[in-house]
């Protein structure tokens, strides 16, 4: 089955500043990797997704995603943070062959000091 | 746009009772997922729905069942709601099965169970 590891439960980033959050899965296979945000009060929504192809994945509000297969991760990153970025940050992933369900990390509650 | 919507943003019931969430969405999509949300634990899923009256367990069911009448509603019910059942529920929809899909996700019921 497969899992998925979010290192940091909180990362505060001034803002302006850039911002990298992890994530590692593991699964035998090609990943299926999404990263969805949850502001405050709302559902989750999506930032991007990597099947294939290109490793360097670009997203809405700025964000981009790295697939590194050798070191099994996806990381998140935005160059310069906004006051508005301020979130919970979850890391999922996809398989074929199980429920299709996503399974999730345990999410990063992202923190923007002034 | 997507819309998922869900019957209540706050529940609050007593051991026992019979508790329903409603979700219903608005994209004629196949598959509807319900979640459950816990501080440090992340989304974990309980059942999801590919076609009307068809459903698959997740990874936490015990206590819950689902129904599907009809294509856009999918409903997931505590037979005996209990205090361990507190929580945030989010309703999801993906367009067609497999991991590939983006889900789409509803702002989510927190109940509270007293």
């Known amino acids: 089955a497969q899992s998925v590891t979010q290192p940091d439960i909180h990362i505060t980033v001034s803002e302006g500043a850039s911002l990298e959050l992890r994530c590692n899965y593991s699964y035998g296979a090609t990943p299926y990797l999404f990263w969805y945000v949850q502001s405050p009060g709302q559902g989750l929504q999506l930032l991007l997704k990597?099947?294939?192809?290109?490793?360097l994945v670009q997203g809405i509000k700025g964000f981009e995603a790295e697939f590194k297969r050798s070191q099994s991760s996806f990381n998140l990153r935005k160059p310069s943070v906004h006051w508005s970025d301020a979130a919970e940050y979850f890391c999922a992933v996809g398989a074929w062959g199980g429920a299709d369900g996503l399974t999730f990390g345990k999410g990063t509650h992202l923190i923007i000091q002034p | 746009d997507v819309k998922v919507t869900q019957s209540s943003r706050y529940l609050v019931k007593r051991t026992g009772e019979k508790v329903f969430l409603e979700c219903v969405q608005d994209?004629?999509?196949?598959?509807m997922f319900w979640y459950r949300q816990d501080p440090g634990l992340g989304l974990r899923l309980i059942y999801f729905?590919?076609?009307?009256?068809?459903?698959e367990k997740g990874d936490i069911p015990e206590g819950y069942s689902v129904s599907r009448e009809k294509k856009e509603r999918f409903s997931l019910i505590l037979e005996s709601a209990s205090t361990n059942q507190t929580s945030m529920y989010l309703c999801a929809s993906s367009s067609k099965r497999g991991p590939t899909d983006t889900q789409y996700f509803g702002p989510g019921t927190r109940l509270t169970v007293l």
């Open positions: 729905s590919y076609d009307v009256k068809m459903k």
């Open positions: 990597y099947f294939s192809g290109d490793t």
């Open positions: 994209m004629d999509h196949e598959n």
